[in-house]
């Protein structure tokens, strides 16, 4: 039962329902009145709702961001494609968790493969399977937690959705020859800490090339985290924030050598990772050199060394767990150059 009391302001309404107190101040004692009653059947129906009924998909994903993406170490790219699916796609974010089913995640994949005019008039373009999967992973994770943990929905509606097509592994090398032009334009100068932020690119390519490092963990390094007397790097990791513990990577003699001048410093690298990417593309376009990636130093540093040791040994110094993507997307030497070596 509400409590209707005089203000100074006005009649203040007062209630208590299924643990929910909420108060107000009303100008009348009508509208106080009212208000209550109106207040009173919505908290009593909330009761008997369930969760699905409560929450919209942008309160699951508001309390997916907060306590479990920024826990990430990916939680920055991962905030901004969660606040890209709030605001490209509304009709689906202000949905109740209960109403939501397959064909509607269906049509957000569709709309993304295709390419949408966002509610703002912005014209979208088609955008990879490989972006739209990363996209999927992350939203049926929330969708997960969410069943699973938080008890907010009892069905999933990524079940029978069919998944898309993986794209065929890159199979690109890196020769000695690129990489020695590539140094020389960023003015690498071997055994002598960089000066400028072009130099940093260069030897943090180099460092790739001889450890196969990906670029954040090649950045994150610093004079605590190197160990040059043992030749291993600790790094931050993707999966660092359910493992609670860095990655050790054993370092090639040459890479220890790579990293001799800067090993001294708090962090080896000053430069930022977007830097990092935008120098190495640039470079690269002037030298007219086509379809090649900064991570492809990784794939080419593992496939040099598939040489020298054993798959059990490369897993341990990439990281992998699952052998099957050592061997179908980073071990990248060519039937032909097997052949050549038997």
Not at 80 to 106: G, V
Not at 236 to 250: A, D, L, S
Request: aromatic share 6%; charged share 30%; with cysteine.
């Amino acid at each position: 039962m509400a409590s209707i009391k005089p203000h100074k302001d006005g009649w203040r309404a007062q209630l208590y329902v299924a643990g929910v107190r909420d108060s107000k101040v009303l100008r009348t004692q009508r509208e106080a009145k009212a208000w209550a009653s109106a207040r009173e059947t919505e908290l009593r129906q909330r009761k008997d709702a369930q969760p699905a009924d409560l929450h919209t998909v942008r309160d699951m994903l508001t309390r997916y961001e907060k306590e479990v993406s920024s826990k990430k170490q990916g939680a920055r790219h991962e905030s901004l494609r969660i606040d890209a699916f709030l605001r490209d796609f509304p009709d689906i974010a202000d949905r109740k968790l209960s109403n939501i089913h397959t064909p509607d995640l269906a049509m957000w994949r569709d709309a993304r493969l295709a390419g949408f005019t966002a509610p703002d008039g912005r014209r979208s373009r088609p955008v990879s399977s490989a972006s739209v999967q990363r996209d999927i992973n992350w939203l049926r994770n929330a969708f997960s937690i969410a069943r699973k943990e938080w008890h907010w929905m009892e069905h999933n509606p990524f079940e029978g959705m069919r998944t898309l097509p993986e794209a065929p592994p890159r199979t690109r090398r890196v020769s000695p020859h690129e990489v020695k032009r590539i140094c020389r334009a960023l003015g690498h100068r071997t055994r002598i800490a960089p000066k400028t932020k072009s130099q940093e690119v260069a030897l943090a390519f180099l460092v790739g090339l001889r450890s196969a490092m990906r670029a954040g963990e090649i950045l994150s390094l610093g004079k605590s985290t190197l160990d040059l007397n043992r030749r291993v790097a600790d790094v931050t990791h993707k999966m660092q924030y359910i493992t609670g513990r860095p990655r050790q990577v054993p370092l090639t003699r040459h890479a220890a050598r790579l990293l001799q001048p800067v090993a001294h410093l708090d962090r080896c690298f000053s430069i930022s990772a977007a830097s990092l990417d935008a120098l190495f593309r640039k470079t690269r376009n002037r030298l007219l050199i086509e379809d090649l990636h900064f991570h492809d130093s990784r794939a080419e540093a593992l496939t040099r060394l598939a040489r020298r040791v054993d798959v059990m040994t490369l897993a341990k110094i990439s990281g992998h767990k699952d052998l099957r993507i050592l061997q179908d997307v980073y071990y990248r030497e060519s039937p032909a150059q097997i052949a050549s070596r038997l």
